[in-house]
């Protein structure tokens, strides 16, 4: 089903100049069972509405910051229950024991199973299936986020388990799981009589910074408002654009932990007091309620393809999500693009067919597998199973297709499209019904001062040593708490120089220079000595190449020789090996009045390993 043609079972028109709340609408309140709800306006309290209801609800959202805000709002008055990675499911049997007529749960994805643990030890009938109704806000997450966060994906099982369920958004993406269908689930829509499009200005060009410059200089908003689903891009942009002093960065709790570690205090994972300058990444484009006046506030929405392929914002989507959560409106709106013809996304048609294709590899390997019975085979097996892109992404731990999975893949895709020229992203806009778009057709170009650092903040050389050299630090506590605190908080935030020091010793870090690449070289080449690694090429090559970028037939040709070197591979390298591992475009590029045969890379034939994948 695509997003800009669905067939809605129910639509529900509302006047919201007296409807202010789900509440007030009486066919969604309360929000009836096996429905997909597409209320087509943020800020009018579907969460509330269940808040409200006289039953007993489980109500997810997506996010840490999220739930603590409604939280704040509701523990009061409502008695909610706020359940994330800090509450203990002992914690949830208590609050499920005390005094209380309805028990109104606002958790993550994480938290549903405690939930569900803590309901299990209470209720001895298990009839909490019946007794509680499982309400999933903001459920376009549920496929937008599925390849990266398991936690959504594993909180379905629970979902469809439930007698009275529902999801809801401003901006549902339908999804294809097939119990969707089998259990009677239909498509409602609710929306506003009243004009609801909202007035923005789409800005194409190379040179988002430039843009960013020039609005700076101009506005005198008191509150600048930037999204930008990039930590490093953001960094970048306060240290070019010299605003070192009054601003703040809103972004997940991981990101934050890391900044902080960079000497970066000026970063929350909760919502504050803004300041003049306001970053938000997508932890923060959805749920939150920004309580300005519209006179003081400017709303820019940044993305750079070329800088990183994952600052791509969704017209269907993201864009409402973040607009709407200024509630009192804004001065403008300015989505700031580098969509261009350089970038080359897979279409639908060859995005299913890739699916279909990799679909026939993985099984024939898996087949394979299963006839030999030499154990020492069996890492060979299973790493090649997991390199057959992009099927091996859209199968659970046991190997079953999850729709889920496949819908984020295709969704990706969709929004991929968007950005390979102007006039696709232009239309996008158009299509969903949503604006009134002001194009504007002044190009900023790229200068060298206005150039975003391509490389990741957290591996760079610099930040690299610092935090080997804390590892090293730690090791004189190493009987103590903070010991083990404090290397599982540098795991997380960089993985590869954990890997190292653990593996290669600091001293050996030290000799690579702190390089990331060398070390992750260093990392592939001991794994392939110990056993552990039957393909270390995959993982060297998705490590080097990028995609959408141009590269020569003689650039392609010695970076591959370089790897089959490195790797004692007795191979010639031919340019158009490439093609083994992307996808490719080829074309002819004319430099200095002479011909050179080009190729841009699309997407990957097969997956890199995850341990050492591009960040």
Same mark, same amino acid.
């Given at each position: 089903m695509q997003i800009n043609k669905i067939e809605y079972d129910l639509q529900i028109p509302f006047d919201s100049s007296t409807t202010r709340y789900f509440t007030d609408i009486a066919a969604v309140y309360p929000i009836p069972s096996h429905t997909i709800i597409y209320k087509t306006i943020t800020g009018i309290g579907a969460t509330y509405g269940e808040?409200?209801?006289?039953?007993?609800?489980?109500?997810?959202?997506?996010?840490?910051?999220?739930?603590?805000? /409604?939280?704040?709002?509701?523990?009061?008055? #409502?008695?909610?229950?706020?359940?994330?990675? !800090?509450?203990?499911?002992?914690?949830?049997?208590?609050?499920?024991?005390?005094?209380?007529?309805?028990?109104?749960? $606002?958790?993550?994805? /994480?938290?549903?199973?405690?939930?569900?643990?803590?309901?299990?030890?209470?209720?001895?009938?298990?009839?909490?299936?019946?007794?509680?109704? *499982?309400?999933?806000?903001?459920?376009?997450?549920?496929?937008?986020? +599925?390849?990266?966060?398991?936690?959504?994906?594993?909180?379905?099982?629970?979902?469809?388990?439930?007698?009275?369920?529902?999801?809801?958004?401003?901006?549902?993406?339908?999804?294809?799981?097939?119990?969707?269908?089998?259990?009677?689930?239909?498509?409602?829509?609710?929306?506003?009589?009243?004009?609801? @499009?909202?007035?923005?200005?789409?800005?194409?060009?190379?040179?988002?910074?430039?843009?960013?410059?020039? =609005?700076? !200089?101009?506005?005198?908003?008191?509150?600048?408002?930037?999204?930008?689903?990039?930590? #490093?891009?953001?960094?970048?942009?306060?240290?070019?654009?010299?605003?070192?002093?009054?601003?703040?960065? *809103?972004?997940?709790?991981?990101?934050?932990?890391?900044?902080?570690?960079?000497?970066?205090?000026?970063?929350? =994972?909760?919502?504050?007091?803004?300041?003049?300058?306001?970053?938000?990444?997508?932890?923060?484009?959805?749920?939150?309620?920004?309580?300005?006046?519209?006179?003081?506030?400017?709303?820019?929405?940044?993305?750079?393809?070329?800088?990183?392929? =994952? @600052?791509?914002?969704?017209?269907?989507?993201? @864009?409402?999500?973040?607009?709407?959560?200024?509630?009192?409106?804004?001065?403008?709106?300015?989505?700031?693009?580098?969509?261009?013809?350089?970038?080359?996304?897979?279409?639908?048609?060859?995005?299913?067919?890739?699916?279909?294709?990799?679909?026939?590899?993985?099984?024939?390997?898996?087949?394979?597998?299963?006839?030999?019975?030499?154990?020492?085979?069996?890492?060979? *097996?299973?790493?090649?199973?997991?390199?057959?892109?992009?099927?091996?992404? $859209?199968?659970?731990?046991?190997?079953?297709?999850? =729709?889920?999975? +496949?819908?984020?893949?295709?969704?990706?895709?969709?929004?991929?499209?968007?950005?390979?020229?102007?006039?696709?992203?232009? /239309?996008?806009?158009?299509?969903?019904?949503?604006?009134?778009?002001? #194009?504007?057709?002044?190009?900023?170009?790229?200068?060298?001062?206005?150039?975003?650092?391509? +490389?990741?903040?957290?591996?760079?050389?610099?930040?690299?040593?610092?935090?080997?050299?804390?590892?090293?630090?730690?090791?004189?506590?190493?009987?103590?708490?903070?010991? !083990?605190?404090?290397?599982?908080?540098?795991?997380?935030?960089?993985?590869?120089?954990?890997?190292?020091?653990?593996?290669?010793?600091?001293?050996?870090?030290?000799?690579?220079?702190?390089?990331?690449?060398?070390?992750?070289?260093?990392?592939?080449?001991?794994?392939?000595?110990?056993?552990?690694?039957?393909?270390?090429?995959?993982?060297?090559?998705?490590?080097?190449?990028?995609?959408?970028?141009?590269?020569?037939?003689?650039?392609?040709?010695?970076? $591959?020789?370089?790897?089959? #070197?490195?790797?004692?591979?007795?191979?010639?390298?031919?340019?158009?090996?490439? !093609?083994?591992?992307?996808?490719?475009? @080829?074309?002819?590029?004319?430099?200095?009045?002479?011909?050179?045969?080009?190729?841009? $890379?699309?997407?990957?034939?097969?997956?890199?390993?995850?341990?050492?994948?591009?960040?």
């Open positions: 808040i409200k209801a006289d039953r007993n609800s489980i109500i997810v959202l997506p996010h840490i910051s999220i739930v603590k805000s /409604k939280q704040e709002q509701h523990k009061d008055t #409502d008695d909610t229950f706020a359940v994330y990675h !800090e509450v203990t499911v002992q914690q949830v049997h208590e609050y499920l024991t005390a005094y209380g007529s309805k028990k109104k749960f $606002l958790t993550t994805p /994480k938290g549903v199973d405690k939930i569900i643990q803590a309901l299990k030890d209470t209720d001895s009938k298990l009839t909490y299936h019946n007794d509680f109704f *499982f309400l999933i806000d903001e459920c376009h997450k549920l496929i937008q986020d +599925a390849l990266y966060r398991d936690d959504m994906v594993k909180m379905m099982e629970h979902f469809f388990t439930f007698k009275g369920k529902a999801m809801i958004s401003a901006t549902p993406i339908p999804p294809s799981d097939p119990r969707f269908e089998k259990q009677g689930f239909e498509h409602i829509r609710v929306y506003p009589l009243n004009d609801y @499009t909202k007035p923005l200005k789409l800005v194409h060009g190379d040179g988002v910074l430039s843009y960013l410059r020039k =609005h700076f !200089e101009l506005s005198d908003a008191k509150h600048l408002c930037i999204f930008f689903n990039s930590v #490093d891009g953001i960094m970048e942009i306060i240290t070019k654009l010299q605003i070192e002093e009054d601003y703040l960065i *809103f972004c997940s709790q991981e990101s934050a932990t890391m900044l902080k570690s960079l000497d970066q205090p000026n970063v929350s =994972h909760q919502m504050t007091e803004l300041k003049k300058y306001n970053f938000f990444t997508s932890s923060f484009f959805n749920g939150l309620d920004i309580d300005l006046d519209h006179s003081d506030v400017d709303v820019l929405l940044l993305s750079d393809v070329a800088f990183r392929q =994952h @600052t791509m914002i969704d017209p269907f989507t993201d @864009t409402l999500q973040i607009i709407g959560r200024f509630r009192k409106g804004y001065r403008q709106a300015v989505h700031v693009n580098s969509a261009n013809a350089k970038y080359l996304p897979l279409s639908e048609i060859e995005a299913k067919d890739n699916i279909v294709k990799s679909e026939v590899v993985y099984e024939a390997i898996v087949a394979l597998q299963k006839s030999f019975v030499a154990q020492e085979l069996d890492q060979l *097996f299973k790493q090649a199973v997991e390199a057959v892109r992009p099927y091996a992404n $859209l199968v659970d731990k046991d190997g079953n297709y999850n =729709h889920f999975l +496949a819908d984020n893949y295709l969704d990706d895709c969709r929004v991929n499209q968007y950005y390979k020229n102007p006039s696709a992203l232009k /239309k996008a806009y158009f299509d969903t019904g949503l604006y009134l778009i002001q #194009d504007d057709h002044e190009e900023y170009k790229k200068s060298k001062q206005d150039t975003l650092n391509k +490389a990741t903040l957290k591996y760079r050389t610099s930040n690299n040593k610092m935090y080997a050299d804390k590892l090293r630090e730690l090791e004189e506590v190493a009987s103590s708490d903070v010991y !083990e605190e404090q290397r599982e908080i540098i795991q997380k935030i960089t993985p590869i120089i954990f890997n190292g020091y653990e593996s290669l010793g600091y001293d050996m870090l030290a000799l690579l220079e702190f390089n990331k690449k060398k070390i992750v070289t260093a990392l592939l080449k001991l794994s392939v000595e110990e056993g552990k690694n039957s393909l270390p090429a995959l993982s060297l090559i998705y490590n080097t190449f990028l995609t959408n970028r141009t590269y020569l037939m003689p650039e392609l040709k010695r970076l $591959l020789q370089e790897i089959y #070197d490195e790797l004692g591979i007795k191979v010639k390298a031919k340019a158009t090996d490439i !093609e083994l591992y992307y996808h490719v475009k @080829t074309y002819n590029k004319y430099i200095d009045g002479s011909s050179n045969r080009a190729y841009i $890379l699309k997407e990957p034939k097969l997956n890199p390993f995850e341990e050492y994948q591009r960040e």
